[in-house]
């Protein structure tokens, strides 16, 4: 079974599916963008059980690339997947720590037996990673990383401009 991939214009916040992931910083605390709306719109459940991951196992904070799963609190969802994405460099290649944050959200939401998995445009904000790019990045990892239970991974896209992006890629096979 082929996992589908689908592209929504929209508020991630907004969407209904096991797992939401979450673009978030490395302090897990939340902040702008996606990782503060995900707060915001969770609840105080989200922000509690990301305080009992950085006293246990994430005392630093959780390293680009890598990701892990709390409630969902108030949102439509199961579980929030919270991954940390690389800040853009021009001077050095960090497409594989991007490529990482969609692999090990998908292995995360797999353990979770979750067969929805909404995503945003990772890195595709503050830490301004060219949309394009970052779009071509998603789209491959995940036609590669998919696999059952999950059966639907949709990219979840706040403008026009990221839309248009993630469908060149998915276009481009």
């Known amino acids: 079974m082929d996992t589908r991939i689908t592209l929504v214009l929209g508020d991630i916040t907004r969407q209904h ?3 939401l992931v979450n673009a978030a910083n490395s302090s897990l605390l939340g902040g ?3 990782d503060g709306a995900i707060h915001r719109r969770g609840g105080p459940e989200i922000l509690a059980a990301c305080r009992a991951l950085r006293a246990s196992h994430y005392g630093k904070g959780l390293p680009a690339g890598r990701a892990v799963a709390t409630t969902a609190g108030r949102l439509d969802a199961r579980w929030v997947i919270h991954t940390v994405g690389p800040v853009h460099s021009a001077e050095e290649d960090r497409s594989a720590l991007l490529a ?3 692999r090990t959200s998908l292995a995360v939401a797999a353990e979770l037996e979750a067969r929805t998995v ?3 445009a990772i890195s595709t904000g503050i830490f301004r990673w060219p949309l394009d790019d970052a779009a071509r990045l998603a ?3 995940v036609r ?3 696999t059952p239970p999950v059966e639907e991974v949709r990219f979840v896209l706040f403008d026009e401009d990221a839309y248009g992006a993630f469908t060149r890629a998915l ?3």
Request: hydrophobic share 45%.
């Open 118 to 120: 909404a995503f945003p």
């Open 17 to 19: 599916a096991d797992a």
């Open 171 to 173: 276009a481009a096979g």
């Open 100 to 102: 990482s944050c969609y």
């Open 139 to 141: 789209v491959r990892t």
């Open 144 to 146: 590669e990383q998919a």
């Open 32 to 34: 702008g963008g996606v």
